[in-house]
T-cell receptor
Framework: EAQVTQNPRYLITVTGKKLTVTCSQN?????MSWYRQDPGLGLRQIYY???????DKGDVPEGYKVSRKEKRNFPLILESPSPNQTSLYFC???????????????FGPGTRLLVL | QKEVEQNSGPLSVPEGAIASLNCTYS??????FFWYRQYSGKSPELIMS????GDKEDGRFTAQLNKASQYVSLLIRDSQPSDSATYLC??????????FGSGTKLNVKP
């Protein structure tokens, strides 16, 4: 089954304690992305990756890191979480069309993070 | 100015009616447009994609695109209570960026 998986699904942590949220896709997609979703603000892009070892900042990258060592995995790292990073996080992946345009993005189930 | 604007709603329609959801975007060069449905606490799922001016129909759903007016809409015919969700408009202005609206909440009343 084609899917994007994220772990953990729920996480409660304390300020400053490093954490990693994993994301994996089995569709051989080149493009992967992380979003956070907050009430009234919609989905905002944190980081994205066009392929292995190619990553770039989205609109709200502060406080986050990513890596893309393998095509299927795209972990999100919070080195020193703060309460303003409490949010619902989604990983997504898509293939790139022939003209370089995006095909449909497929989303993971989401990770709900609470930073105390 | 936000990249993608949607009325947050809620939009309430009776069962069987047509629901009309609207979205405007700011980047005139945008080429790809998507409508996602998101149930509370769940991940977005694709409803429709549209790339050319005009209408695109898929079952009860019709997406409409007007690039000159920078306007995208989604019509849901014969609305069902199961259509009650938040609908997200997404725009892909260039290959590495996706912008989402904040979503319109739709309530379909039995």
């Amino acid at each position: 089954e084609a899917q994007v998986t994220q772990n953990p699904r729920y996480l409660i942590t304390v300020t400053g304690k490093k954490l990693t949220v994993t994301c994996s896709q089995n569709m051989n997609h080149e493009y992967m992305s992380w979003y956070r979703q907050d009430p009234g603000l919609g989905l905002r892009q944190i980081y994205y990756s066009m392929n292995v070892e190619v990553t770039d900042k989205g609109d709200v990258p502060e406080g986050y890191k990513v890596s893309r060592k393998e095509k299927r995995n795209f972990p999100l790292i919070l080195e020193s979480p703060s309460p303003n990073q409490t949010s619902l996080y989604f990983c997504a992946s898509s293939s790139l069309g022939g003209t370089g345009s995006q095909e449909t993005q497929y989303f993971g189930p989401g990770t709900r993070l609470l930073v105390l | 100015q936000k990249e993608v604007e949607q009325n947050s709603g809620p939009l309430s329609v009776p069962e069987g009616a047509i629901a009309s959801l609207n979205c405007t975007y700011s980047d005139r060069g945008s080429q790809s447009f998507f409508w996602y449905r998101q149930y509370s606490g769940k991940s977005p799922e694709l409803i429709m994609s549209i790339y050319s001016n005009g209408d695109k129909e898929d079952g009860r759903f019709t997406a409409q695109l007007n690039k000159a007016s920078q306007y995208v809409s989604l019509l849901i015919r014969d609305s069902q209570p199961s259509d009650s969700a938040t609908y997200l408009c997404a725009v892909n202005p260039y290959f590495n960026k996706f912008y989402f609206g904040s979503g319109t909440k739709l309530n379909v009343k039995p």
